[in-house]
Nanobody, 119 residues
Framework: QVRLVESGGGLVQAGGSLRLSCAAS????????LHWYRQTPGKQRELVAM???????KYVDSVKGRFTISRDNAKNTVYLQMGSLKPEDTAVYYC?????????????WGQGTQVTVSS
């Protein structure tokens, strides 16, 4: 059974830092790309960062240079280190893993963790 549990959110002042964690109970963790998304009320979820099994990373332009995604395959955990936080980073942050089966796929999501950045 796939389970993703995020933690590490909270309230922080602008310019501060937070580290989000996502503990994953999934098969073949080290091979799977992992994603961090965020969502604010009334808006679609936005892909923030992703990391492949080989460690290649990609970021949305708005967080480049401020956020770092990483993974610890021994702990089945993916992290999002967030720095120089801005009020516009306020959102619920979710991790996601995708399972592929032939031509179909299933997205699995965690429950989310709230990040609030005060000005």
């Amino acid at each position: 059974q796939v389970r993703l549990v995020e933690s590490g959110g909270g309230l922080v002042q602008a310019g501060g830092s937070l580290r989000l964690s996502c503990a994953a109970s999934i098969s073949n963790f080290s091979d799977r790309p992992l994603h961090w998304y965020r969502q604010t009320p009334g808006k679609q979820r936005e892909l923030v960062a992703m990391i492949t099994g080989g460690g290649t990373t990609k970021y949305v332009d708005s967080v480049k240079g401020r956020f770092t995604i990483s993974r610890d395959n021994a702990k089945n955990t993916v992290y999002l280190q967030m720095g120089s936080l801005k009020p516009e980073d306020t959102a619920v942050y979710y991790c996601k893993v995708v399972y592929y089966s032939g031509s179909t796929y299933i997205d699995y999501w965690g429950q989310g963790t709230q990040v609030t950045v005060s000005s």
